[in-house]
């Protein structure tokens, strides 16, 4: 798919969170109007973003494509992409107790919450999810922005 990341390149660049899904929707063809969609998505935030994921991310991403029948080296193949690509936040003791202080404030489930706390502890400020409520702002600090809404970039 050819996911490129910019991490470590300017101070001027934006760090940003996806959610799983969007990297489903990347790596799939079953909504190609979706996957086509993400995929110039990720074309267009390449040069002026620096992409974070979480260990969260790459674990729900092996659950729902292996779910799907995809063969566990092409999902393997992908991740390291994936990896490559992207700073990986490791979810740790503070990241869980982050999580249930959002999860408490926001209501979010638990895996959404899990998302919100990684993109904080990271310094992300925007995290990209079609399923968060789009331009709700967290701890001051955090847009969510649906990438498929017309007003995302």
Known sequence: ?????????????????????????????????????????????S?????VISTQVLSEFYAVMAKHRYPHEKIVNHL???????????????????????????????WDSLILASALENGCTRVYSEDMRHGQIIEEALFIENPFSAAAG
């Open 1 to 45: 798919m050819g996911i490129k990341n910019s991490h470590g390149m300017n101070s001027m660049i934006e760090k940003v969170f996806f959610d799983t899904n969007l990297f489903i929707y990347a790596y799939t063809t079953n909504e190609p109007e979706k996957t086509e969609a993400i995929r110039a998505f990720f074309r267009k935030c």
């Open 47 to 51: 040069a002026k973003t620096s992409i």
């Open 80 to 110: 390291n992409e994936l990896i490559s690509s992207a700073t990986v936040n490791a979810i740790s003791v503070k990241t869980v107790e982050k999580a249930l202080f959002l999860k408490g404030k926001y209501a979010y489930s638990w």
